[in-house]
């Protein structure tokens, strides 16, 4: 009913009435590695599944223990054909593998930012609470490999090689996924005892992902596009809109600032260092 007001001109043109962006927690601290898997390309995300656009996604890890990895990308060595055989006898008879013989692991490393933009093999391991912030559509996960885990029936999860494959993206591989998909923060802006740190996005990506970093207080402005936040450091907040509204935000928490609040400020309740992740459609 308020797309422009909620989502800003600009992006309602862009998405209609569409949200797009979508916040989620993949808790695995005391679980196993999630399945191996990847989505669909814009093409095919259109041509086969119906939905004007797919979903890109990343992952900013929260919390991690010792050891923890992320799968994101392919060895630089890996052959696909022994992936996709390897795959398929895991699927049929049910023979395990190891899919790290194909995937580049990387250790999990707080507040740090993963790029997975469609295409590109991938999975949070044991350990981790990462909050996923993707693009909306969420119904075709293509997964490759589910470490051979069963339903409540006794079957086989079920995996989707046929359209797995056909998506998976050969370029993600080696070097190139840590220097593009792993990038490091840098400052877009600072003052005394806070600065706006961009930890990445890729053109794929319509959306970016920011960090607030303050001790006290930062300003901010929606320019006339909504921004979703998650309190990732810190205990609480109160966001103050520049006609004095407030509204508290604690932490693991997420919020949406409509476009049309413009200028707000977020608040240490305590006066801790705080840490909010921002994401918005660039």
Not at 153 to 178: I, M, Q, S, T, Y
Request: hydrophobic share 40%.
């Amino acid at each position: 009913q308020h797309a422009e007001e909620v989502l800003g001109k600009a992006v309602a043109e862009r998405f209609g009435e569409s949200f797009p962006i979508r916040f989620d927690y993949l808790d695995t601290l005391e679980g196993g590695d999630l399945s191996i898997q990847c989505h669909p390309s814009e093409t095919y995300m259109r041509e086969t599944f119906g939905l004007p656009y797919t979903q890109h996604e990343t992952y900013y890890v929260t919390v991690t223990t010792p050891g923890a990895k992320i799968f994101l990308g392919l060895r630089e060595d890996a052959d696909l054909d022994a992936f996709r055989e390897e795959a398929g006898q895991a699927e049929d008879p049910g023979q395990p593998f190891e899919p790290r013989r194909y995937l580049e692991t990387h250790p999990a490393a707080q507040h740090r930012l993963y790029l997975i933009p469609a295409g590109t093999p991938h999975a949070s391991g044991a350990g981790n609470v990462v909050l996923e912030i993707s693009a909306t559509p969420y119904l075709y996960t293509l997964r490759f490999y589910d470490w051979l885990r069963r339903d409540l029936d006794g079957e086989l999860r079920p995996v989707h090689l046929e359209h797995a494959f056909a998506n998976l993206d050969p370029r993600r591989r080696g070097k190139a996924v840590r220097r593009e998909l792993i990038p490091e923060p840098v400052i877009v802006r600072e003052g005394q005892g806070w600065a706006e740190l961009a930890l990445g996005t890729l053109p794929e990506l319509f959306f970016a992902v920011h960090r607030l970093d303050f001790a006290d207080e930062i300003a901010d402005d929606t320019f006339g596009r909504f921004h979703a936040l998650n309190l990732v450091a810190g205990e609480q907040v109160d966001i103050v809109t520049a006609a004095g509204h407030a509204h508290p935000l604690a932490y693991a928490e997420t919020i949406v600032i409509p476009a049309a609040v413009g200028a707000y400020r977020l608040r240490s309740r305590s006066g801790e260092s705080c840490k909010v992740v921002k994401a918005f459609v660039r």
